[in-house]
């Protein structure tokens, strides 16, 4: 059964410095992985879907990448602001065939970008 | 943009009652989905659907069942609602069939469900 783990649990930066939060999961046979950002009380927001056949995608300031073989995503903000504190989650299918599979998490990291 | 929608922010109801949790979304997405959100437990899929009337058992189905029957609408039922389903549940959609790889979730903005 695929796992999802997210390192670290919480960050605290200051504003203007670039970061990276790290997903690992353990069944290597994904077709995509995807990034939402959770703000308090809220819904996901879906900030990036890397296909299988990729290694990075990019949106504006994010930058994610993919590394299938060791089963590794990480997440690069870039120039972070306080507005970009939320909780980060990875998400991958739950199971290894193609159809309509929902997602499993990572726990997530708690970002939050002091001013 | 893709549109998500769920019926209630917050609801509160006792214990036993039998409750609807509705989800439309606008984007004519084959896949929805339903997922509770735990603290320490994180987010675990419940059951999901990739046609109308079709559907399937995620992980934690019991105590829940699902309809379907128009394309954009899908609920979630607690036939007798319990204190430990207390939870956010989130709707989420997809496009589904040979655009397996494209299968970007959008999600709704949850509801907040409480069983006293």
């Known amino acids: 059964k695929q796992e999802v783990t997210q390192i670290p649990a919480a960050l605290s930066v200051p504003e203007g410095e670039n970061l990276v939060l790290n997903c690992s999961f353990t069944?290597?046979?994904?077709?995509?992985l995807q990034w939402f950002r959770q703000d308090p009380g809220k819904g996901l927001t879906s900030l990036l879907l890397?296909?299988?056949?990729?290694r990075e995608q990019t949106s504006g300031r994010l930058n994610a990448s993919l590394d299938k073989s060791s089963g590794r995503s990480t997440l690069y903000i870039a120039a972070s602001q306080p507005g970009d504190s939320a909780t980060y989650l990875c998400?991958?299918?739950?199971?290894?065939?193609?159809?309509?599979?929902?997602?499993?998490f990572g726990k997530g990291t708690h970002l939050i970008i002091q001013p | 943009d893709v549109k998500v929608t769920q019926s209630s922010r917050y609801l509160v109801k006792r214990t036993g009652e039998k409750v609807f949790l509705e989800c439309v979304q606008d984007?004519?997405?084959?896949?929805m989905f339903w997922y509770r959100q735990d603290p320490g437990l994180g987010l675990r899929l419940i059951y999901f659907?990739?046609?109308?009337?079709?559907?399937e058992k995620g992980d934690i189905p019991e105590g829940y069942s699902v309809s379907r029957e128009k394309k954009e609408r899908f609920s979630l039922i607690l036939e007798s609602a319990s204190t430990n389903q207390t939870s956010m549940y989130l709707c989420?959609?997809?496009?589904?069939?040979?655009?397996?790889?494209?299968?970007?979730?959008?999600f709704g903005p949850g509801t907040r469900l409480t069983v006293l």
């Open positions: 989420a959609s997809s496009f589904g069939g040979a655009r397996v790889a494209y299968n970007e979730q959008f």
């Open positions: 998400a991958v299918p739950l199971y290894s065939g193609g159809g309509a599979d929902g997602l499993t």
């Open positions: 659907s990739y046609d109308v009337k079709m559907k």
């Open positions: 069944d290597s046979a994904i077709y995509n």
């Open positions: 984007m004519d997405h084959e896949n």
């Open positions: 890397i296909q299988s056949s990729q």
